[in-house]
């Protein structure tokens, strides 16, 4: 790996991460996502404030861009740990934006963006769990955890990468970390449900 590629496919990564699609199109109606809701910048909190439609569209951008953070250093290095390294500071790039003083989402969609290049069948069933999870639960946050925590054997098991399961692990940790306060929540029983008023 040299030095001159990682710090360019980190450096796109972090910089197409960091695009705030939802911020953006709930800013079109007059809307600060960081002042309504829960406060997060994610899909999430677009749901909570605007239309079912605007919230898929935030949340369909934010894993496409996790997505092409991946594609682009594969286009560039064809190196596996360099699209890891992109795909991880895409997450990065969406979690600390720079544009909104370094407060944005909490990841989890551009993380399941870049991992849907990495490992397809892996992300595409996490991605199930994360809607059974909620479909029964109403609990975004529980399927969140649900599906995070599931990537990295999911992808052992369909047998990617070492350098895959490694950057696996480190997307799970990291994004579980950003839910510390959901899952204080979830252990309270006071987490908010879907469709429940803030």
Known sequence: MRPADFALVVAIGF????????????????????????????????LRVSSPATAVTALALDAGKGGLAVWVAEALTRQPSLMVCAGLAAMLGHVYPPWLGFRGGKGLATT???????????????AAIFVAVVAVSRLVSLGSLSAILALPPLA???????????????????????????????????????????
């Open 156 to 198: 052992a098991w369909f047998g990617a990468s070492r350098v895959v399961i490694g950057g696996a692990c480190a997307a799970s940790a990291f994004v579980a970390f950003r839910h510390r306060s959901n899952m204080r929540r979830l252990w309270l029983g006071t987490e908010r449900r879907l469709g429940q008023r803030l």
């Open 112 to 126: 399941a963006g870049a991992f849907a290049v990495l490992t397809p069948a892996a992300t595409g069933i996490a």
């Open 15 to 46: 910089l197409l991460g960091s695009i705030p699609f939802p911020y953006l199109l709930t800013r079109r109606r007059g809307v600060d996502l960081r002042t309504v809701g829960s406060g997060n910048v994610g899909a999430t909190n677009v």
